[in-house]
């Protein structure tokens, strides 16, 4: 019985810790994608005060 509970216990902090690595994971993939696409959380230049057309299209051919 002593057993069963300690093996209860042991599954109960490997998920735990499970989920936190889950959570830390997605929140640096999250990060990731939001610097990749420019809209991270400040230090990324704005295109608010570029011309028109500006950043509109990419050409990835060159």
């Known amino acids: 019985m002593i057993s ?3 093996a209860m216990q042991a599954s109960s902090t490997q998920m735990q ?3 936190t690595i889950q959570a830390s994971a997605a929140r640096t993939e999250r990060e990731t994608v939001q610097t990749l696409l420019g809209i991270g959380q400040g230090g990324s230049p704005s295109l608010a005060n ?3 057309g500006v950043g509109g299209s990419l050409n990835i051919s060159a």
């Open 4 to 6: 069963a509970a300690l």
């Open 17 to 19: 810790i499970s989920t």
């Open 50 to 52: 570029v011309g028109p």
